[in-house]
């Protein structure tokens, strides 16, 4: 019983000290059928902003997300199954700032989830897209495009022989098609613009293809939705062309440290407290 009360000091004195939590994306993660996973991607160009992740109705305890800017994805994260609120604001606003935009989302379990940033900075938005986890039966692959180029509005892209979206329009995401595996080329066709690229798709694997608007023309990131293995990915892929493919972060081993340490410092605290309020000793 004491040690449950020790613990549970600790755990009120951990929150008192806290702000908002500010994470480093972890490592490839295996989804499992009690948690979803969720990951935010800015594709809005103009200045780059935080994003606040809470659970729906507690914005007092968020998880803040480092955002470097247009084309930046982050890795998957694990979220409880439930009712969250996405808020992003400009890089360095307090917390308790009002938002550039929100939205609110349900996380189920066993899901992944893509949140995504777009739109012109004036009116940028939110689109909550869900991700495929499973690829296609046999050696086929699964692929859908995100269209984020501002400078070209409306895009035509194929793969191989097949058309995945044609004239698709700012802002919208396409279905997932079946494609054929290995190293197909991509194909980018708006006015005035044709490019083709090479992109790596392994047997059973899944994956998102966004345009972007890059210095000399279109580029694309080529997004890991799921790996054949069924491991979940990273992140984002580089795939050429001036690819936005986010840098790893350092993992959860840093937050952890630093948690246990302001832990232990919290227990010895509570320890020379409680030492101090102890009756002195009767003289013999």
Known sequence: ????????????????????????????????????LVRCADLSPG??????????????????????????????????????????????????????VSTSFMVSA???????????????????????IAGAAGSKVLVRVIQASLKQPRVTVSVGPDTLARDLAFGTATAYHTVAPNMPTVTFTAPGAHTAMPVTFPAGSVHTLVVLDGSSGLKIDNLTDAAGTMDMPK???????????????????????????????????????????RPAAAPD
């Open 1 to 36: 019983m004491r040690l449950g009360r020790r613990l549970a000091g600790l755990a009120a004195v951990t929150a008192l000290l806290g702000g908002p939590a500010t994470f480093a994306a972890p490592a490839a993660l295996a989804s499992t059928p009690d948690q979803g």
């Open 235 to 277: 992140g984002g892929a580089a795939a050429g062309l001036g690819g936005t493919a986010p840098v790893p972060g350092p993992g959860l081993a840093p937050w952890l440290g630093t948690l246990a340490g302001g832990l232990l410092l919290a227990a010895a605290g509570l320890l020379a407290l409680r030492r101090s309020r």
């Open 47 to 100: 200045q780059p902003q935080d994003v606040y992740l809470y659970a729906f109705g507690d914005p007092q305890h968020p998880m803040l997300l480092k955002h470097q800017g247009y084309g930046t994805v982050t890795e998957y994260m694990p979220v409880a199954p439930g009712q969250y609120t996405l808020a992003m604001r400009p890089v360095g606003a307090p917390a308790s700032s009002p938002p550039s």
């Open 110 to 132: 066993g899901a992944n989830y893509t949140l995504a940033s777009i739109g012109p900075p004036s009116s940028r938005r939110l689109k909550v897209l869900q991700d495929q």
